[in-house]
C-alpha cells in the first residue's frame, strides 16, 4: 500500500516562490513514478510534472517548464516540486499521485495512488 501527503501550499504573490512536497510512505521499486497534477475549479485535472524513483528522469509540461522543477529525496521518501516565477493562472489544488508503471505518464487516469491536495493561490 502506498501513501501520499502533500504539504507546503499556500498564498503568494505572482513572481515569488513556493515548494511543495509530497511524503510518500510504503513500498516503492524501480518502476516507481511519482507525478504532481493541478485543478482549477471548473477545469480539468492537469498534468504538471514527474519523475522517476529510481533514476530520476523528469518531464514537464510545456506550461511550467523552466519555471518549475520536480526533485526526489530518496533518504526521506519525498518528492518536492519547487515553484518559481509563479502566475495567477498556476493557481489550483495540486495533487500529488504515484504508480508502479513504465515511463512517465502525463494521464490522471495511469495513477492509483493519490494525496488530499494542497491549494496554492497566486495573486496578481
Known amino acids: 500500500q502506498v501513501r501520499l501527503v502533500e504539504s507546503g501550499g499556500g498564498l503568494v504573490q505572482a513572481g515569488g516562490s513556493l515548494r511543495l512536497s509530497c511524503a510518500t510512505s510504503?513500498?516503492?521499486?524501480?518502476?516507481?513514478?511519482v507525478a504532481w497534477f493541478r485543478q482549477a475549479p471548473g477545469k480539468e485535472r492537469e498534468f504538471v510534472a514527474a519523475i522517476t524513483w529510481s533514476g530520476g528522469s523528469t518531464v514537464y509540461a510545456d506550461s511550467v517548464k523552466d519555471r518549475f522543477t520536480i526533485f526526489r529525496d530518496n533518504a526521506k521518501n519525498t518528492v518536492s516540486l519547487q515553484m518559481n516565477s509563479l502566475k495567477p493562472e498556476d493557481t489550483a489544488v495540486y495533487y500529488c499521485a504515484a504508480e508502479f508503471v513504465s515511463g512517465l505518464p502525463r494521464l490522471p487516469n495511469w495513477y492509483g495512488y493519490w494525496g488530499q491536495g494542497t491549494q496554492v493561490t497566486v495573486s496578481s
Open positions: 510504503g513500498r516503492t521499486s524501480s518502476s516507481y513514478v
